[in-house]
């Protein structure tokens, strides 16, 4: 007999039927991992500055300008405490997160002195200080909530357009101000006001490169 012997050849799975398995061609630290404690202790004390600071040029009294400066403080210590935990990582985003825990600190600081510095001069808080403020504190949370949600892309695409949002309108408001201030008969006064608006716009700046290169991150590791 010419018919073949033994079981039948198994017929090979069809391509639809195969299971799909995603392959990467480098660690996928943001999603699976997140990222380290101690950087996101730093974007919770940024943001809890931002909103002191906000809170004091809202309503400067003695009372809210040492809550900022204790809030400044926090920040400082908790810069200190996450720097050499940082640059101890061994994974492949560890200049990443080096350059973020920079921007955080910097961002920090510069709210911090923008508090100090009203106070010491006593600046004449106005509605423009006020509100530029107010747009720092939730571009601060909105990076703060896009560090948080690292693993939910379209949320932490979100929370990344309202930080450069919030950015964006923190130096809005400074070109105004800064214009507003070449009017004032009083001449010191106009650049004490126009030295804390600069302060506001630098920690904006931070917020805002911290936002651009969580977005670079955000493209390849979920690519």
């Known amino acids: 007999s010419n018919e073949p012997s033994g079981p039948p050849a198994e017929k090979p799975d069809r391509a639809d039927d195969a299971p799909t398995v995603k392959r990467y061609n480098r660690p996928v630290f943001w ?7 101690p950087l996101l202790g730093q974007a919770r004390a940024a943001a809890s500055l931002a909103e002191a600071a906000a809170l004091f040029f ?3 009294s003695d009372a809210n300008a040492f809550a900022a400066a204790e809030e400044s403080k926090a920040a400082r210590l908790d810069y200190s405490r996450a720097l050499p935990a940082l640059k101890a990582l ?10 973020l825990s920079r921007l955080l600190h910097d961002c920090a600081e510069e709210t911090g002195w923008a508090v100090e510095e009203a106070k010491r001069f006593e600046v ?3 509605a ?4 530029m403020a107010a747009s720092l504190r939730d571009a601060v949370s909105a990076i703060q909530a896009a560090l948080t949600a690292l693993g939910e892309r379209p949320l932490c695409e979100a929370r990344l357009i309202e ?15 800064r214009a507003d201030s070449f009017d004032d008969p009083n001449a010191v006064s106009g650049l004490k006001a126009a030295a804390v608006a600069r302060r506001r716009t630098q ?8 936002a651009d290169l969580l977005g670079e991150l955000l493209l390849v590791e979920t690519a």
């Open 58 to 60: 809202r309503s400067p």
């Open 90 to 99: 061994s994974h492949p985003r560890r200049q990443d997160c080096l350059a």
């Open 31 to 37: 999603r699976r991992h997140l990222l380290p404690e």
């Open 124 to 126: 004449e808080v106005d």
């Open 203 to 210: 920690a904006a700046e931070a917020v805002s490169g911290a």
């Open 163 to 177: 930080a450069k949002r919030g950015a964006g309108e923190v130096e809005r408001l400074h070109r105004g101000a």
């Open 128 to 131: 423009s200080l006020s509100a």
